[in-house]
């Protein structure tokens, strides 16, 4: 006997995960060069320089034993310390070293989180398009997840809908800007808005409804696009970051927590967090990348490139005919697909060797998602692809 729950998450890979394994095989199969794999948010941009330079001279310079130990179980105190600084000095905000907590990234950032704040029986906002994974770390412990469509004509939250969606269950809503899928950037007034209901409906519910920031995306912003620091405008927010996007490590698993000291009940939700992260067994991340992150804080990998293949794939697929949501920030372009069954329009693109991801799981059917984190030629060499697709359907009119 095993627990079933688990066992169909394990038989049953997510729709991203499934496309990319597909993608493998194709590519040994007709050859790497004539698949156009656009399936998962796997960083093309090499890290920094300063990331291999650090590492390197940790591994020379510091005692191995130490390197290589067991760090304190929410992460090195000088690490923390490192990252209150950064971020207080950044933001100008308070910041407290001892309500971070280091994770292996995003993900476990995300589950550990909603395993401090959520138990069974509890509601979780999902504002959709989300990344698939939150229902399934919303769903570990027993928790609802209740997803709210975002406006579909700017992809900003729809106030009005969360409204609605809130009951005396509600514990907490996960807000991801830059968005994966849409690379929507939440504006100051719809961060203004939701903070204002939040405020109000955590009054009204008699306990805080917290709000979960997935900040994987932070820093990868196009023009003068600004991400805001939501413990500016909402107390009770827990930020849930990664270093795997914006320094190209997602390989290393490295990321934290932070629990806005001014958040009502700050300390008990740090225990918690502390808590959640031993029982999930997600103590002590890994030393090596922690000690990394005095010195590369702040830093990114070029994103430049991002913006390029941002700019060359979204006016190439308008001028085809595709409606395409304009991504200002991550590296997603959200597409609407050609028929009204996005999971029937990516089985058409495959026949093109275009591997899509169709929305469906994100929670916002009829759409597909692009990962433009790839080189700048595979998307020059992807368009005649791209081209004939909305041609394919042109021509049945
Ligand atoms: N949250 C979002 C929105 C993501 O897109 C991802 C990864 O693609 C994650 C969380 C997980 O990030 P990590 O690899 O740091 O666990």
Request: proline content about 6%; some cysteine.
């Amino acid at each position: 006997m095993v627990n079933e729950k688990m066992r169909g998450l394990g038989a049953c890979r997510s729709v991203i995960r499934e496309l990319f394994e597909y993608g493998k095989k194709r590519k040994t199969e007709i050859g790497d060069e004539n698949v156009f794999d656009f399936s998962i948010g796997n960083p093309s941009v090499p890290s920094p320089a300063i990331v291999n330079e650090t590492l390197t001279c940790l591994l020379q310079k510091k005692d191995a034993v130490s390197l290589h130990g067991y760090t304190s179980a929410q992460g090195d105190a000088g690490v923390r310390r490192a990252i209150a600084d950064y971020v207080a000095s950044t933001h100008n905000a308070t910041v407290n070293p001892d309500l971070i907590y280091l994770t292996v990234g995003a993900a476990a950032s995300l589950t550990i989180s909603l395993s401090a704040l959520t138990v069974a029986g509890d509601e979780v906002i999902l504002l959709a398009p989300f990344f698939p994974e939150y229902r399934v770390f919303v769903e570990r412990n027993g928790a609802v997840a209740v997803p709210v469509l975002c406006d579909t004509k700017t992809f900003q939250p729809d106030l009005d809908a969360i409204r609605a969606a809130i009951t005396p269950k509600t514990r907490a809503i996960i807000v991801n800007s830059p968005n994966n899928p849409t690379g929507a950037v939440m504006t100051k007034e719809s961060i203004e808005g939701l903070a204002a209901l939040l405020s109000e409906a955590s009054k009204e519910n008699g306990q805080p409804i917290y709000l979960i920031a997935d900040e994987p995306y932070c820093e990868l912003v196009y023009g003068d696009i600004e991400v805001p620091y939501l413990p500016h405008f909402y107390a009770n927010t827990l930020i849930c970051y990664s270093f795997s996007k914006s320094l190209s490590l997602p390989g290393e698993r490295i990321g934290y927590i932070l629990v806005n000291p001014d958040a009502e009940d700050a300390t008990a939700v740090y225990q918690a967090v502390c808590g959640a992260g031993r029982a999930l067994g997600f103590v002590c991340a890994p030393a090596l990348f922690q000690y990394m992150i005095p010195a590369v804080i702040g830093k990114t990998a070029d994103i430049s490139i991002y913006d390029t293949n941002r700019r060359l794939l979204s006016e190439a697929l308008t001028s085809y005919g595709y409606e395409v949501v304009n991504p200002d920030g991550a590296f997603y372009l959200f597409v609407k697909a050609l028929e009204g069954d996005a999971t029937a329009f990516c089985e058409r693109a495959k026949e093109h060797e275009l591997l899509l991801v169709a929305s469906d799981s994100f929670g916002c059917p009829g759409y597909v998602r692009i990962s433009y984190c790839v080189t700048t030629e595979q998307i020059q060499r992807s368009l005649p692809a791209f081209k004939a697709l909305a041609e394919s359907y042109k021509t049945e009119k």
